[in-house]
């Protein structure tokens, strides 16, 4: 059975950092390539980071030099560091594992940035 399951959510202050964590069991990790989402209230789920199975990342231009994404391939898992967190970034966080044609997604993590 597949399971994805984000981690480290939480509430900061403006300025402040997060780490969260999304581990995947069931699949051959190394495989999949790895995306980070947000979805803000009464917004769509929007592309924060993604990272192949290469370790290529790239990222939604509003959260470049603030996040990184990287991957340990030896735990299954996948990172979303957040640096210098802004109101803005407020949403719950969900981690989605691909190889074509599987599609896995968590369940979702709340990242609220407020003062």
């Known amino acids: 059975q597949v399971q994805v399951v984000e981690s480290g959510g939480g509430m900061v202050q403006p300025g402040g950092s997060l780490r969260l964590s999304c581990a995947a069991s069931g699949i051959t990790f190394r495989m999949y390539t790895m995306y980070w989402y947000y979805q803000a209230p009464g917004k769509q789920r929007e592309l924060v980071a993604s990272i192949t199975t290469g370790g290529n990342s790239n990222y939604k231009d509003s959260v470049k030099d603030r996040f990184t994404i990287s991957r340990d391939n030896a735990k299954n898992t996948v990172y979303l560091q957040m640096n210098n967190l802004k109101p803005e970034d407020t949403a719950v966080y969900y981690c989605?594992?691909?190889?074509?044609?599987?599609?896995?997604w968590g369940q979702g993590t709340q990242v609220t940035v407020s003062s």
């Open positions: 989605n594992a691909r190889f074509h044609p599987n599609n896995y």
